[in-house]
């Protein structure tokens, strides 16, 4: 019976000292009859080459593998009979949020990866069509179980005797989301732009409308007026009368005149200043219509730009006539506060209310257009609402925001 071992030796007749590698063998010891023991046939093989060969080969397979895990994109090695996961990075921990320990031993289908179940046959029919997939735009299911979406791309490999892939993925969630926001606000810009050009359709038809009933009557009134004083100059008592006539059709296209360029442009700001305008407005709302009007207004003076403040003046102006027209209320609050270094203003009625989520109501394209003179000015827009609740628009403005005519994109909600 032999005895096999193998140790490390050093060869103490070599010249130059050098330590080998060798693989032992020794024979069953060897006696006489009747004799004590007298020893054993030993033999050896140097195996250093080989020893050595073994250690670059460990030492390059670590060298592979930490270069696999820090590779800057998710990878992942699968077993592709079973979609055993053999390997993965770490770009693959961070994508899916299981650890290398909790992934590697298990299938892709116990960990619960794949969002639709059926994308893992997909993406393995079209590799083994193909042996190779580039691309392929597929849901996927975190550890958390929050739903994201990566681009996959995969090849077929053979791994020790092993079909496997090699598996790619890049997360697009965040880009589709922006692409999807990007396209749905291409859309609120061109519907915008669609009822801005309807409003300065209507806006040019009703000037036309009351210069042509309004301006127009009164002055035809007043060259009557003036052909029969030209005709009775002898007739004081007529000729007293048709000049109180004229006057009072000048009074009323004088009004007339004011009614038209405050609609066109609001002089009060000029005048009065934001907060004086407002409050003008306001007790004018409170006066003439159905609905009470509250204000609590901080002098704003100088706190804002020009373009701001008509800006301001218009979103309010805009958000009391919704409130007249569409809020069935009985009660309107305007505030205007300087808050740090913000100007914010609020507008909130009792009324019935609506749901905010609905971009079809008759209220959308009212708070479109207030939404956006608030993006085109830096400044935050929010409404609040819910059906029976009434409603809150609040609008956020930095002080100076605007100036120069500059346009600061901030967020409106």
């Not at 069509?129 to 996927?140: A, H, Y």
């Amino acid at each position: 019976m032999k005895e096999r071992r193998r140790r490390r030796l050093a060869r103490d007749e070599s010249r130059d000292g050098d330590r080998r590698d060798l693989e032992v063998e020794r024979g069953a010891p060897r006696s006489v009859a009747d004799r004590d023991f007298l020893g054993s046939i030993v033999s050896g093989v140097d195996i250093t080459e080989r020893e050595h060969a073994d250690e670059d080969l460990a030492a390059s397979q670590d060298a592979l593998l930490k270069a696999f895990r820090s590779i800057p994109v998710p990878l992942a090695v699968t077993r592709l009979s079973d979609g055993l996961l053999l390997e993965v990075n770490d770009q693959w921990v961070d994508l899916t949020g299981y650890s290398r320990d909790e992934a590697v031993g298990c299938t892709v289908i116990e960990l619960k990866i794949y969002s639709v179940p059926s994308d893992r046959e997909q993406l393995l029919t079209l590799l083994r069509e193909k042996g190779v997939i580039r691309d392929l735009e597929l849901p996927f299911r975190r550890r958390s179980g929050e739903e994201r979406t990566a681009v996959v791309s995969a090849v077929q490999v053979t791994i020790l005797g092993t079909e496997c892939k090699i598996l790619v993925a890049r997360d697009i969630t965040d880009k589709r989301k922006s692409e999807k926001q990007i396209i749905e606000s291409r859309t609120r810009i061109r519907d915008l732009a669609a009822r801005l050009i309807r409003l300065q359709d209507e806006e040019r038809k009703r000037i036309a409308a009351e210069l042509h009933d309004g301006l127009g009557q009164n002055l035809a009134i007043i060259r009557n007026h003036i052909a029969i004083c030209l005709h009775q100059l002898s007739d004081q008592s007529v000729l007293r009368e048709q000049l109180r006539e004229m006057a009072e059709t000048a009074d009323s296209t004088i009004d007339e005149i004011r009614e038209i360029a405050h609609n066109l442009r609001p002089y009060e700001l000029d005048r009065l200043g934001l907060t004086g305008a407002m409050q003008s407005m306001i007790e004018t709302v409170d006066s003439t219509s159905h609905i009470s009007v509250d204000s609590h207004l901080n002098d704003a003076e100088g706190l804002l730009t020009k373009d701001a403040e008509t800006s301001v003046y218009r979103i309010v102006q805009e958000a009391l006539n919704n409130v007249i027209k569409h809020a069935d209320a009985t009660k309107a609050t305007v505030s205007l506060q300087q808050v740090g270094h913000k100007v914010v203003v609020t507008v909130t009625d009792n009324g019935k209310g609506f749901d905010v989520s609905n971009r079809q109501g008759k209220n959308n394209f009212g708070l479109a257009g207030m939404a956006e003179r608030a993006r085109m000015l830096g400044a935050t827009f929010q409404v609040r609402s819910s059906i029976d609740n009434g409603t809150e628009i609040t609008l956020s403005i930095a002080q100076g925001e605007g100036e120069n005519g500059e346009q600061d994109y901030g967020s409106s909600g």
